[in-house]
T-cell receptor, first 117, second 115 residues
Framework: AQKITQTQPGMFVQEKEAVTLDCTYD???????LFWYKQPSSGEMIFLIY??????QNATEGRYSLNFQKARKSANLVISASQLGDSAMYFC??????????????FGSGTQLTVLP | GAVVSQHPSRVICKSGTSVKIECRSL??????MFWYRQFPKKSLMLMAT?????????EQGVEKDKFLINHASLTLSTLTVTSAHPEDSSFYIC???????????FGEGSRLTVL
């Protein structure tokens, strides 16, 4: 069974600084996908970044990068140059299978990020 | 990215009544949609997988008679909370796979309050 663990219930970061949100996972499937989503107070879920288990390089998407350490089973999200609008709940998620297929995601418990002015 | 629309965003109902929530994929077809439930400041828990043209697949512990799911077309799935009780109050959010990496695109969510 899949398991996603986010050990930081809350994080604070100063505006313009970088912040790392931790995520560890556990699965017996060699093929899997890892995702990060942002959930503002409005409730919508915004897709940020994806990393496939066979990807050799860490995924990057603008100010977001995913620090993928396969041996440690970790997939930390790094947000560079934090902005006030980054304040939100962040969820790490996993799916069996690497490539797009109609499979559900399993979510971690989330980290509430607050960016301080 | 793909757009998923969910309606209503907020609904308040009396105990014992039924509430229908709609989830539409606006610019793509979705043979599968997923319904999640989220309690305040908690994670998203998968309730069921909605399959176009066939019965939904429910997760363990989810009452299929209480949470009726119908996937009538390639762009519409509905969740009906039947005989709602205060403990059914929650944030319900639907999603559909629509990206190249299989990422899920989510609706805006529906906040249900049962009085």
């Amino acid at each position: 069974a899949q398991k996603i663990t986010q050990t930081q219930p809350g994080m604070f970061v100063q505006e313009k600084e970088a912040v790392t949100l931790d995520c560890t996972y556990d699965t017996s499937d060699p093929s899997y996908g890892l995702f990060w989503y942002k959930q503002p107070s409005s409730g919508e879920m915004i897709f940020l970044i994806y990393q496939g288990s066979y990807d050799q390089q860490n995924a990057t998407e603008g100010r977001y990068s995913l620090n993928f350490q396969k041996a440690r089973k970790s997939a930390n999200l790094v947000i560079s140059a934090s902005q006030l609008g980054d304040s939100a709940m962040y969820f790490c998620a996993m799916r069996d299978g690497v490539y797009g297929s109609a499979r559900q995601l399993t979510f971690g418990s989330g980290t509430q990020l607050t960016v301080l002015p | 990215g793909a757009v998923v629309s969910q309606h209503p965003s907020r609904v308040i109902c009396k105990s014992g009544t039924s509430v229908k929530i709609e989830c539409r994929s606006l610019d793509f077809q979705a043979t599968t949609m997923f319904w999640y439930r989220q309690f305040p400041k908690k994670s998203l828990m998968l309730m069921a997988t909605s399959n176009e043209g066939s019965k939904a697949t429910y997760e363990q512990g989810v009452e299929k008679d209480k949470f009726l799911i119908n996937h009538a077309s390639l762009t519409l799935s509905t969740l009906t909370v039947t005989s709602a009780h205060p403990e059914d109050s929650s944030f319900y959010i639907c999603s559909a796979p629509g990206g190249p990496s299989g990422e899920l695109f989510f609706g805006e969510g529906s906040r249900l309050t049962v009085l």
